[in-house]
């Protein structure tokens, strides 16, 4: 499995003042994805001119909560990795959702931190 990239995601039940935020530290909007999942996210991809990445996406929390994305070559291969290392399905996600461009899974580890592994249709 090869990792493709790597950065955080926020998930926010105000996502425009986390984007403004970011935008104020010099990140520009990349792209906007729409009805992810069942539970229709949205989801921005930001970058800045040093290449770092942050997605923010809209989320139905008590409080901002920060996920680590991961893109790889080989999701069920990924997912069999975490999941010998204790990783679970992390809340109301399907193991797998998939999406018009995308397959992925939303991963909580033993310790709390929660992975969304995606891997990019060709």
């Known amino acids: 499995m090869k990792i493709t990239s790597f950065n955080p995601l926020i998930a926010s039940r105000d996502p425009e003042a986390?984007?403004?935020?970011?935008?104020a530290l010099g990140f520009e909007r990349q792209h906007t994805k729409t009805g992810i999942s069942d539970m229709d996210i949205t989801s921005v991809r930001m970058k800045?001119?040093?290449?770092?990445?942050?997605?923010v996406a809209n989320?139905?929390?008590?409080?901002?909560?920060?996920?680590?994305?991961m893109n790889v070559d080989d999701l069920?291969?990924?997912?069999?990795?975490?999941?010998?290392?204790?990783?679970?399905?992390a809340g109301?996600?399907?193991?797998?959702e998939e999406t018009s461009s995308s397959r992925f899974n939303i991963m909580i580890s033993?310790?709390?931190?929660?992975m969304d592994i995606i891997k990019h249709k060709e």
């Open 18 to 23: 986390v984007i403004a935020l970011f935008e």
């Open 48 to 55: 800045d001119a040093n290449g770092f990445h942050v997605d």
């Open 59 to 69: 989320g139905d929390f008590p409080g901002d909560r920060t996920l680590i994305r």
């Open 76 to 89: 069920d291969e990924a997912v069999e990795l975490l999941t010998a290392r204790g990783f679970k399905k």
């Open 92 to 96: 109301s996600f399907k193991e797998t």
């Open 110 to 114: 033993p310790s709390g931190f929660i």
